[in-house]
């Protein structure tokens, strides 16, 4: 019954963020948001402190991912057609986001150490890449992919 309340606190918090992002993208964060509480095993009162800064870590990364399709996306699929000089900008703007995102993720590891353990934190990151995983399936499996 506690691992129920926990899952629904969990559910709550890290919806509440995402509400206006649409029902599919919605409802994938909703699932992961439940997956992770429960690989992680987070305490309710670790809960109230992870969420907020794993949502702020997670909309960081996807605005880095959207200047990589503003700015990158196109152009490297017209790569043929560059200068020289229009290929260096385009690999030292691929650099730049690349060292934004590392520079990203470990804050968000030095943040969120503070708030679970060094345990969790592991199990964190391999809770993120089993989700991932398990989307991936599954959208094969509906695709009728495999």
Same mark, same amino acid.
């Given at each position: 019954?506690?691992?129920?309340?926990?899952?629904?606190?969990?559910?709550?918090?890290?919806?509440?963020?995402?509400?206006?992002?649409?029902?599919?993208?919605?409802?994938?964060?909703?699932?992961?948001?439940?997956?992770?509480?429960?690989?992680?095993?987070?305490?309710?009162?670790?809960?109230?402190?992870?969420?907020?800064?794993?949502?702020?870590?997670?909309?960081?990364?996807?605005?880095?991912?959207?200047?990589?399709?503003?700015?990158?996306?196109?152009?490297?699929?017209?790569?043929?057609?560059? !200068?020289?000089?229009?290929?260096?900008?385009? /690999?030292?703007? &691929?650099? %730049?986001?690349?060292?934004? $995102?590392?520079?990203?993720? +470990?804050?968000?590891?030095?943040?969120?150490? !503070?708030?679970?353990?060094?345990?969790?934190? /592991?199990?964190? &990151?391999? %809770?993120?890449?089993?989700? $991932?995983?398990?989307?991936? +399936?599954?959208?094969?499996?509906?695709?009728?992919?495999?």
């Amino acid at each position: 019954m506690n691992k129920r309340i926990l899952i629904l606190f969990a559910l709550l918090m890290g919806t509440a963020y995402l509400h206006a992002q649409g029902p599919a993208r919605d409802r994938i964060k909703t699932l992961k948001v439940a997956f992770i509480t429960e690989r992680v095993g987070l305490t309710s009162q670790e809960a109230q402190q992870f969420w907020p800064i794993y949502n702020a870590h997670e909309e960081t990364l996807e605005n880095i991912r959207r200047k990589e399709r503003r700015e990158l996306r196109s152009r490297i699929s017209l790569a043929q057609d560059l !200068t020289d000089s229009e290929s260096s900008a385009l /690999l030292d703007t &691929l650099m %730049a986001l690349q060292k934004e $995102k590392h520079t990203t993720e +470990q804050d968000f590891i030095s943040k969120i150490r !503070t708030v679970i353990s060094a345990k969790k934190t /592991l199990l964190l &990151l391999r %809770a993120e890449e089993d989700f $991932k995983k398990r989307l991936l +399936q599954q959208y094969r499996k509906h695709n009728g992919g495999d």
